[in-house]
């Protein structure tokens, strides 16, 4: 791996593709395009006639306006508001849903879900193909030239085939669990969820006859005896197809350095326990005309007549700052910083300060100078 994205006649390199302003302000972020092969642990297929019916229900999202073909965002809060899950939710099929949440959450996630399955015709499977891949950055039209995938436009899904020969041509027909592809090819379902850059994510769906998947759930989810190992098969599976693709993929700590710099909040960092609210992210995940879901009293609330205490920001420092570090503003705390990464460009972080602190303000962090660049860009 490089600290450049290249593109060259064969491969595709991952890297920081130099530093873009794209705030207008005085930071840098990495914008070039960088390709993750994630473990499928937080995905799980709703099926049956009832599926929509039963997770728009308890979705923040309007799902019954979704037709066949389209994803949208939603949030399953827990009763009293607080949050529980984020999720992406495509359906594939008229009664098929993939529903996504974040890594190793997929059987909580199930479980939680599995509570109100009361006389509703809904089944709830893992996904067992065991991969989703991630192309985030600038440059993705080469990524997607060299997979021979259409990059999917907003709100919609695209479907590919990724094989050892170059797979089949790109089409935009949604793809169903009875898509059959031949052995050593795998079926991909793609759709667009932008953070401050382009992101697009791949859902495998199908995966070849010797792609196995455990037959028991959690260890499909990662928790099982063989779950670890199993999951950790599937990605180094899937990053050996890409790089025959000519697509090299990055690792772990590049793609946590490219959520903060972005302004994502992770769930185990941000989101635990938190109100929608405050991390930025109702806009994009809440309905406020669909009716009923779950936790709606407390979010609806304060979005008609209340605020929050505290919000979601991005901050940025010339030095590193410790992870659960207080932020004063003079001599009063006023914040805490959630997650941090260390760049070329200096450090970037997020962390929770309260409402009445204004973007561009000055805190201290342990004897630190950090700056509030800007809110949270929520996802």
Known sequence: MTDDHTVTNDTVSNGSGGPSDLDGGAESVD???????????????????????????????????????????????????????????????????LVGTDVDRGAELMNALRRFLIRVAVDLVPVETGAVIEVIGEGFDDVFGHLNAIPPVPGRLSTSTLSADDGAAPDER??????????????????????IYPRFVGVVTVAPAGAAAPENDADRHGGGPDGPEYAADMVTTMADTLEDHGVVTGDP???????????????????????????????RRVSFTKGCFMGQEL???????????????????????????ELSLDTKVVGTVTSGAQTDSGWFGLGFVRREVSEAATLTAGGVAVTVRSASSGF
């Open 299 to 325: 979010v609806c609330r304060i979005d008609s007549r209340g605020h929050v205490n505290r919000r979601l920001v991005r901050l940025g420092a010339a030095e590193a700052v410790e992870v659960g570090s």
């Open 174 to 195: 949604t793809a169903t669990h009875s898509v059959t592809t031949p052995d050593g090819t795998y079926s991909v379902v793609w759709y667009r969820s932008d953070w």
């Open 253 to 283: 700590v590049l793609r946590e350095r490219r959520r903060i710099q972005a302004g994502v909040p992770a769930a185990a960092t941000e989101l635990d326990g938190i109100i929608p609210q405050e991390a930025g992210i109702v806009e």
């Open 31 to 97: 914008t070039g395009v960088a390709v993750f092969v994630l473990p499928a642990s937080g995905w799980l297929r709703v099926t049956g006639p009832d599926s929509t019916k039963f997770l728009d229900s308890l979705i923040s999202q309007d799902l019954r306006s979704v037709e066949p073909g389209e994803v949208c965002f939603g949030l399953l809060l827990e009763p009293q508001g607080k949050m529980g899950f984020s999720i992406d939710l495509a359906l594939v099929d008229e009664n098929e849903w």
